[in-house]
């Protein structure tokens, strides 16, 4: 069974940095594009920024030139560095990828969440 595990995260004071990991267990065929959402409390989940399988990156404009996203294809792995975190970066950040799993069809999963909190 395909799962996608969350790590990194933490608090830390604004103007500070924190990186966000993800990794794939579990059997699949082949691996698409993955990224990053987040979600802060009474707010819709928003894309923060993803990159295909064929490495093209796209960022929320209210995170570019703060984020990078990196992926390794060998490892399943994908980062988000966040750097100059600020208080509005709060949130709940929620790793995402497009898998087809061993014998299965192509689908979305979702990590558990991870939290960020930037104070100020």
């Known amino acids: 069974q395909v799962q996608l595990v969350e790590s990194g995260g933490g608090s830390v004071q604004a103007g500070g940095s924190l990186t966000v990991s993800c990794g794939v267990s579990?059997?699949?065929?082949?691996?698409?594009?993955m990224g990053w959402y987040r979600q802060a409390p009474g707010n819709q989940r928003e894309l923060v920024a993803e990159?295909?399988?064929?490495?093209?990156?796209k960022y929320s404009d209210r995170v570019k030139g703060r984020f990078s996203i990196s992926r390794d294809m060998i490892k399943a792995t994908v980062s988000l560095q966040m750097n100059s975190l600020k208080p509005e970066d709060t949130a709940t950040y929620y790793c995402y990828a497009k898998i087809q799993p061993v014998g299965g069809f192509a689908g979305e999963y979702w990590g558990q969440g991870t939290q960020v909190t930037v104070s100020s």
């Open positions: 579990g059997s699949f065929a082949a691996m698409y594009g």
């Open positions: 990159m295909s399988a064929a490495g093209i990156r």
